[in-house]
């Protein structure tokens, strides 16, 4: 169960929401149904290696479909039927594959001529979308409510919408604190940490991908760091730790595997 709570401006709480997870599976919705997705599609998922020397890493099944698709498919469940995809490593294959695949919903490819980054692909979409986005990575899971992130980013007139997750972590060993003059100050056993960190999800407003120049190399946080430098509406949304599923790295990717009880 997921709280989310509802707050006025002066933060104080007047309602909250309740979304069973589970339940969110087989909500059909069509809250999103104006809504592309673009996926950044191209690069080179070298931390995957040796899996991606042979597939593109939108392409690496996670259970009986490709993770590309499972991503795909928590948006279809809310009314998304445009998607974009960037590509450039093997992006061919990942084309052959989709045209195969015949999906129900439209699906587009931008290619690189040369790796732009997170972000920089994002220029090829000028002038060929013109609404609020979704940004995705290709290896990352987010088992959120999509239409109430997409809702609180318009009602919060955000230019970028970061969905971000909490995350807690615990250093397994004592931390020594020193002061300005190298002398110990405290000692803190197995100290506890709390964070936020982004997951690679973004609603974006099409002025954004708009003012990316083109042919430049550049990640998705480097803009979102110009647009804060500018004082520009940038937003998060905040999911808990178990609603983030990432596959990066090798041992994620089987611990993904894992609790999706693959």
Partial sequence: MVVYPIVNDEHILLDAVFWAKNKGKNVISTALVDVPL?????????RLYPYT???????????????????????????C???WMVLNYKGNMIKSYYDDLHPAYSIHYVKEKEFLGT?????????????????????????????????????????????????NMQIPYGVINLDAQGNIESM?????FSFLTNTGVYVLEPE???????????????????????????????????????????SEMEDMIKKLGL
């Fill in 38 to 46: 673009v996926m950044m599609a191209g690069g080179k998922g070298t």
């Fill in 188 to 192: 803190t056993e197995k100290p506890k």
């Fill in 208 to 250: 954004v991908i708009e003012s990316i120049p083109d042919n430049h190399f550049i990640h998705l946080p480097d803009i979102v760091q110009r647009y804060l430098d500018a004082g520009e509406r940038v937003g998060i949304f905040p999911v808990s730790e178990n609603m983030w599923l990432d596959m990066g790295q090798l």
């Fill in 53 to 79: 020397k042979v597939l593109p890493k939108p392409l690496i099944p996670i259970g009986d479909i490709t993770i590309s698709e499972r991503i795909i498919n928590n948006f279809v469940r809310y009314g």
């Fill in 81 to 83: 039927r445009d998607v």
């Fill in 119 to 167: 972000g920089g692909g994002l220029s090829l979409l000028k002038g060929k979308v013109a609404s609020t986005v979704f940004v995705s990575n290709c290896d990352i899971l987010v088992d959120a409510d999509l239409e109430c992130i997409y809702k609180v980013h318009k009602k919060n007139h955000n230019k970028i919408t970061l969905v971000s997750v909490m995350k």
